[in-house]
């Protein structure tokens, strides 16, 4: 079964710096999708971004990216000029390709991120 | 364009009584999912419908927990009893299309059992 680890369970910055979240799954497949979630205090779930492991360029969405190492079953979220708006819990999540009989997404167990002003 | 819709937003209860969650998908969402949150984890996937269809619920604990979607739209989710360790965040999402189109979240039921 995959599994997805989050080392770090909380994580502050000072708004406007960088701050990366780290991810590792553990998979025997080649062809996966991983996604990062943000959660804030209000629970609902909202998609950061997202990579198709086939992809060798990393995904971008504003200032969120994500630096996928493929052979090291990486997948870290960086986010640039942090905001107060960006207060939330990280969750990591893969899922199979459709089709496999598995195309579930498997979530971390969360960073909490605190920007500070 | 109205989000997914769940209710109620916080439930108390006492262990052995009955529970039961709404959700209503984003119109047009045929994919529905219900996901459990334990406190300091990530979400689970219970069950998840296309259309009417319940077409994974291998980790819907089928001696006490049940759910449909009779018609393709909204759905119950129910715990008969409830135990204790069942308090927790009951999530739905919805999507269009299958499972690698994006999911968009409830802001959850948040259940707790005495």
């Known amino acids: 079964a995959q599994t997805v680890t989050q080392s770090q369970p909380e994580m502050s910055v000072q708004e406007a710096e960088t701050v990366t979240l780290s991810c590792t799954y553990d998979?025997?497949?080649?062809?996966?999708?991983l996604f990062w979630y943000k959660q804030p205090p209000s629970r609902q779930m909202i998609l950061v971004i997202r990579?198709?492991?086939?992809?060798?360029q990393n995904a971008t969405e504003n200032r969120f990216s994500v630096n996928f190492q493929k052979a090291a079953k990486s997948f870290s979220l960086k986010i640039s000029d942090s905001q107060l708006g960006d207060t939330a819990m990280y969750f990591c999540a893969f899922m199979n390709p459709p089709n496999f009989g598995n195309e579930k997404l498997t979530f971390g167990t969360g960073t909490r991120l605190t920007i500070i002003p | 364009e109205a989000g997914v819709v769940q209710s109620p937003r916080y439930k108390i209860i006492e262990k052995k009584q009955p529970v039961a969650f709404w959700c209503n998908p984003i119109?047009?969402?045929?994919?529905l999912y219900w996901y459990l949150q334990n406190l300091g984890q990530g979400p689970e996937l219970l069950i998840r419908?296309?259309?009417?269809?319940?077409?994974?619920d291998s980790q819907l604990p089928k001696d006490r927990f049940s759910a449909e979607r009779l018609k393709g739209v909204d759905s119950t989710l129910k715990i008969q009893p409830a135990e204790l360790g069942d308090s927790a965040v009951y999530l739905c999402?919805?999507?269009?299309?299958?499972?690698?189109?994006?999911?968009?979240f409830g802001p959850g039921t948040r259940l707790t059992v005495t």
């Open positions: 990579q198709e492991a086939y992809k060798q």
């Open positions: 998979t025997s497949e080649n062809n996966y999708y």
């Open positions: 119109s047009g969402h045929n994919t």
């Open positions: 419908y296309e259309n009417e269809e319940a077409v994974d």
């Open positions: 999402a919805s999507s269009f299309g299958g499972s690698l189109e994006e999911q968009y």
